[in-house]
């Protein structure tokens, strides 16, 4: 199956202007073409780091009776500011006489294109098709996606082994990929859980919730009782992603 590739290019940001076919309205169905069954990341959020291209796929059906050139669906927040590296669309999957199934991958790579911090949080999705010829349709779908900027969490539980009945004191800290400096800098303020997995169980419970600090460092203490592994879950928000801690075992005497 072929596909179309195309990339833009940023001058200061992801979020760029395009001189677009049109506005996009709140109907759809203008221009003489229907958008459907639109779909981006599975109706999950989109968490970019700072250094690893991110894949999100995407699909929609397209219904004209026109002849058309490059269809996709993308993120957008107002006019035509728009989010997004890559666009890869397959081509037309023939569902029937001027009806098309398309899948479609958004490319968002932070490590090549600059981005800023405001660029996360609610984006609006909005479909669109050039015709051959000239002119084209831009609907809004009516969906909402949230990027988010990726979390980080480390812990550390000592003292390794403990004495039952002493105490454990658990240690870690919550950071956030800036897009803008390109590293995970400190996340202060944020709730995040203390889970336990006692030794020869499959699952974590959560013991309390503690808030790391300014600084985003965390610290807490707990009574060893058994043999088991501690970790931290930090649940994210609506511009950051949640993260989970590597767990550390400790051997309680």
Same mark, same amino acid.
């Given at each position: 199956? &072929?596909?179309?590739?195309? %990339? +833009?290019? /940023?001058?200061? *940001?992801?979020?760029? @202007?395009?001189? !677009?076919?049109?506005? $996009?309205?709140?109907?759809?169905?203008?221009? &003489?073409?229907?958008?459907? %069954? +639109?779909? /981006?990341?599975? *109706?999950?959020?989109? @968490?970019?780091? !700072?250094?690893?291209? $991110?894949?999100?796929?995407?699909?929609?059906?397209?219904?004209?009776?026109?002849?058309?050139?490059?269809?996709?669906?993308?993120?957008?927040?107002?006019?035509?500011?728009?989010?997004?590296?890559?666009?890869?669309?397959?081509?037309?999957?023939?569902?029937?006489?001027?009806?098309?199934?398309?899948?479609?991958?958004?490319?968002?790579?932070?490590?090549?294109?600059?981005?800023?911090?405001?660029?996360?949080?609610?984006?609006?999705?909005?479909?669109?098709?050039?015709?051959?010829?000239?002119?084209?349709?831009?609907?809004?779908?009516?969906?909402?996606?949230?990027?988010?900027?990726?979390?980080?969490?480390?812990?550390?539980?000592?003292?390794?082994?403990?004495?039952?009945?002493?105490?454990?004191?658990?240690?870690?800290?919550?950071?956030?990929?800036?897009?803008?400096?390109?590293?995970?800098?400190?996340?202060?303020?944020?709730?995040?859980?203390?889970?336990?997995?006692?030794?020869?169980?499959?699952?974590?419970?959560?013991?309390?919730?503690?808030?790391?600090?300014?600084?985003?460092?965390?610290?807490?203490?707990?009574?060893?009782?058994?043999?088991?592994?501690?970790?931290?879950?930090?649940?994210?928000?609506?511009?950051?992603?949640?993260?989970?801690?590597?767990?550390?075992?400790?051997?309680?005497?």
């Amino acid at each position: 199956m &072929g596909k179309q590739v195309w %990339r +833009v290019v /940023v001058a200061g *940001g992801a979020a760029a @202007v395009f001189t !677009v076919v049109a506005a $996009v309205p709140a109907g759809a169905a203008e221009g &003489g073409v229907s958008f459907t %069954r +639109v779909q /981006v990341n599975r *109706g999950k959020p989109i @968490v970019i780091g !700072v250094s690893k291209e $991110v894949a999100v796929p995407a699909s929609f059906r397209m219904a004209t009776t026109r002849q058309w050139k490059f269809p996709a669906v993308f993120l957008y927040r107002s006019g035509a500011d728009r989010l997004w590296h890559a666009i890869e669309t397959s081509d037309c999957v023939k569902v029937s006489s001027g009806v098309c199934d398309f899948n479609e991958t958004m490319y968002f790579d932070p490590s090549v294109w600059d981005m800023r911090n405001s660029e996360a949080g609610a984006w609006k999705v909005g479909a669109e098709v050039h015709f051959k010829g000239g002119g084209g349709d831009t609907d809004d779908e009516g969906l909402t996606v949230h990027v988010k900027r990726h979390s980080r969490l480390t812990v550390n539980a000592s003292p390794e082994p403990v004495s039952k009945g002493r105490t454990i004191t658990v240690t870690g800290k919550v950071t956030r990929a800036d897009w803008e400096t390109r590293k995970y800098v400190s996340y202060g303020g944020r709730l995040v859980s203390l889970q336990f997995k006692p030794a020869g169980t499959a699952s974590y419970a959560t013991v309390k919730k503690v808030y790391a600090n300014g600084s985003g460092n965390l610290r807490t203490t707990v009574k060893a009782s058994r043999t088991g592994t501690w970790r931290w879950v930090y649940y994210g928000n609506t511009t950051t992603g949640p993260s989970t801690s590597s767990g550390d075992h400790v051997v309680v005497k």
